[in-house]
């Protein structure tokens, strides 16, 4: 079987350049910078995971502008607790671009989902702000799940909050069997399992029970 180097010379390019990006970014964004041959590494398996999953030349780049703005924006709330604007915008402007160029796509729905996912989350954090007293979840976090409506549509948000659920609920639970029971009152950073289920989600699809019907 003919190897296609057209994906492989961008697969190259993506470690190296946004590799050499993400660090970049991240000392602008963050309070340090995540390590150049980290980022590298990162973009390099990224890379690596997404030229064995997408097919088509136009889905492989956009799905890797998809997996660095996650990458840079799940260090950056693991470092410091925030999602800035200076990508979390961009991101819900890509994902409503995406939805325009994409067969079988429609931007006016990956829109109404965006709407959606911010409302959603905002809701959340104000009714959890009110409860306890405290912030559970910032607008970060809404205009990240508003990203990921705009990159994904409505179908497929309910399997990208229970997944993030999930991975939040594991990497407490890790943390206090390892750290001790005081992790269990500690706030994560929201943004890194929320970031890793967009990224699950965009490229395995939603749950079995969300795609039924």
Known sequence: MQLDWQPVAAAAVFTIGG????????????????????????CGVLAGWTFYVVF??????????????LLVLAIVDWLDFRL??????????????ASEILPAEHVSEHAAAAAIAYGALWVIGWRYQRLRGQEGLGMGDAKLAAGAGAWLGLGPLPSVLLL????????????????G?????????????????????????????????
């Open 19 to 42: 590799g050499w990006l993400a660090a970049r970014a991240t000392a602008a964004l963050a309070s340090r910078p995540m390590p150049l041959p980290a980022a590298m590494a990162a």
């Open 56 to 69: 088509g030349a136009t889905a492989f780049l956009l799905s890797l502008s998809l997996a660095w703005a």
């Open 84 to 97: 800035p604007d200076l990508l979390t915008l961009p991101l819900i402007g890509g994902g409503l671009l």
């Open 164 to 179: 993030a659920s999930i991975v939040g609920i594991l990497w407490v639970t890790i943390a206090a069997i390892f750290r």
């Open 181 to 213: 029971q005081e992790e269990l009152s500690k706030r994560i950073p929201f943004g890194v399992p929320l970031s890793v289920a967009v990224w699950i989600v965009w490229l395995y699809g939603p749950f079995a029970f969300a795609s039924a019907g």
